[in-house]
Each structure stands twice: as structure tokens, then as C-alpha cells.
């Protein structure tokens, strides 16, 4: 069979944008943690989520035409956004203090799996844009399918309270990021 001839694009290879985005951000997120180990592996994939974060924020502020966004649509924004990319969250509660979501799959498919690192990208946007709406969040990640759980558990608090306090997890603050540019539209 001669090469020029074959059509490659009929070929059955397991490969398209998507699946070589999430291979592309697996391998650097091992990179990191074999390199850096795996707390400088986190706030790296922190600070890129927190940069996304704000962005995504911007584009729901402008779709909903406002200067911030609610509780209630702060909790909305973060499953829709984690729908758009093949993620299935929903809220399981909510009040004045906190968001609590859960998370039947992961945007990185099982390419998370033992990567708890890329655990630190649902962390910083979630925090990014309650904290750019609110002033201030904390993400408790306390079930995360990257260690194996069976679905995620995210906690969002919205307030420094006793309960955030003991939480373990990253605080963050409004006007602590600025967006990345915006592309202009075609």
C-alpha cells in the first residue's frame, strides 16, 4: 500500500481537538507535578485558572448585562460553564454563606485521574468569579474524581465564616486577578 494514496484522514485514530487538548493538559499538569512536585504543580494550574476564571466571568456579566453577578447567578454560571465543557454539576445546596456542588464528570474525561492538580482549575475559575462578584470566596475541593472519588464534591464558601475558616481549601479576593485578553470577535 503507498502512502500518497492511503486517505488519512478515514484512518481510525482516537484523535481530535478535544481529546489532544485534555492529553496536552494532562502531560504538563504531570510535568509539573514530577518536576515541581505537586503543591508548586497546583498553584501553577491556580494562577492560569484564575486568569480563566475572570474571563468566563466577564463573558456572563456582559451575556447578563450586569456590573456582578447574584449568589443565585453565580451558582448557575458555574454549572453552565462546567456543562459547555463536557462537565455535570449541579448544586446540591446553597444559602447566604455557601454553594455546595456536585460533579458526576470531569471536563478532563480520565485524563484527571490521579492528577489532583488539575483539580486547582475548577478551584481558581469557581473562586475567581465569586470572589470578582462577591468580594470574596473559598473552594474546599472535598471529593475530587482525580483521587478516585466517584463523583466531586466542591464547597463555595461566600463569606470568611467560622465554618470557611477550619475548611481547608484557597481564599480569594476580588480585583487579586485581571482577566485574560479577550480576542476580539471575527
Known sequence: MQTEKLEFYRLPIPLDRDRFSRDLVRDLAETLERELG?????????EIGERTGATIDMYYRAALKTVNLTRTEIAAALVDLKRRIEGDFYVIEQDEEKIVLGNRACPFGNKVLDRPALCMMTSSVFGAITSQNLGYAKVEL????A???KECRVVVYLRPTDEAE???GREYHAGMVQAARVPAKA
Open 166 to 168: 477550619r475548611a481547608p
Open 142 to 145: 472535598k471529593e475530587t474524581i
Open 38 to 46: 505537586p503543591e508548586k504543580a497546583a498553584d501553577l494550574v491556580s
Open 147 to 149: 483521587r478516585r472519588h
